[in-house]
């Protein structure tokens, strides 16, 4: 894997406090799938799901265009100006300021925006890979907004997209775009070895069994980061395999706070350790590496013809 040149220090990676933001990430959470349920439904099916996540952006987060009849249009969240902004590509604009209000009343108002608009979508409101959910009409319970965490988390996810980037680079076998899944509401990457996998056993809350196995029919390593809840009670990074090989549990990976999770079958490695590191770049691209590496190896995968240095060294 080439160096970038392009690192960064501890104080370009924002504190992401989870205790006082846990009401804000829930209603981004929600607000995220309304969104994200809008695309699913108009956009054509793409492997892996790939079709459905989220862009990051130098404002925010958005959708690429979404088709509708002969037209297009797109949804950005604005986490600079904290608004959200719906544009046809016929000209058609909307916006709606970012603040503290209902998951209910933001999917009410996005729907008769968008007929407002000439582009009418119906979607299925029950959120998706969340147990005991409201459906998201009903949603009353999750409205908190906190714009100074909205930014941050919209900050953190920039640096770490650039970082994946940077890991992404030394793969040339298959493997993912840089995507914010909004089911799950995590940033993902995931490589994969070129081999057929078991069938997924599903049972994923409210995210149909086909839909998993879909996901999941060739061999995985998949990192990424999700701002905490399942579970874990702060911001981290992941790391796993599908299918987990034999021993890969039992690997000693890098960096020091890094650790198997028995009850996720996931590696974990804090966010908060690789935000306060000397070199957060180094620490987290470590993770990443030596992760995969537990992967792969215990996986048996074909390394040298799924690997790659670029620029090439010359010979």
């Not at 699913?40 to 492997?47: A, D, E, G």
């Not at 925006?113 to 299925?124: D, H, S, Y």
């Amino acid at each position: 894997m080439s160096k970038s040149k392009n690192r960064s220090g501890s104080q370009d990676w924002p504190e992401l406090p989870y205790a006082e933001s846990v009401n804000t990430i829930a209603t981004l959470h929600m607000w995220m799938q309304v969104i994200g349920k809008i695309r699913l439904v108009q956009t054509p099916w793409i492997n892996h799901s790939w079709h459905v996540p989220f862009n990051i952006t130098a404002r925010g987060i958005d959708t690429p265009l979404i088709p509708h009849s002969g037209r297009s249009f797109s949804i950005s969240f604005d986490f600079y100006h904290h608004l959200l902004k719906l544009l046809s590509t016929d000209g058609g604009e909307w916006v709606l300021p970012l603040k503290s209000r209902t998951v209910s009343d933001f999917y009410w108002e996005v729907m008769a925006a968008l007929k407002q608009l000439g582009i009418p979508v119906e979607i299925n409101t029950m959120p998706s890979e969340v147990a005991d959910a409201l459906p998201f009409e009903r949603d009353q319970d999750n409205y908190e907004y906190d714009p100074e965490y909205a930014a941050q988390l919209w900050q953190a996810l920039v640096q770490i997209q650039r970082v994946f980037t940077e890991f992404r680079g030394g793969f040339v076998g298959k493997c993912s775009p840089i995507q914010l899944f909004w089911g799950s509401f995590d940033l993902a990457l995931t490589r994969f070895s070129g081999r057929e996998a078991p069938p997924h056993p599903g049972g994923i809350p409210h995210f149909p069994d086909w839909v998993a196995r879909e996901a999941y029919s060739h061999e995985v390593s998949s990192a990424g980061f999700w701002p905490g809840g399942g579970g874990v009670d702060g911001a981290c990074f992941y790391s796993y395999a599908y299918p987990e090989p034999q021993g890969f549990a039992a690997v000693k990976v890098v960096p020091a706070p890094a650790y198997y999770s028995e009850d996720l079958g996931e590696f974990l490695l804090p966010y908060e350790a690789v935000r306060s590191a000397g070199s957060p770049d180094e620490m987290l691209l470590s993770f990443l590496q030596s992760t995969y590496e537990a992967a792969a190896d215990k996986g048996m995968w074909d390394r040298p013809a799924l690997e790659a240095r670029f620029p090439p060294q010359a010979r």
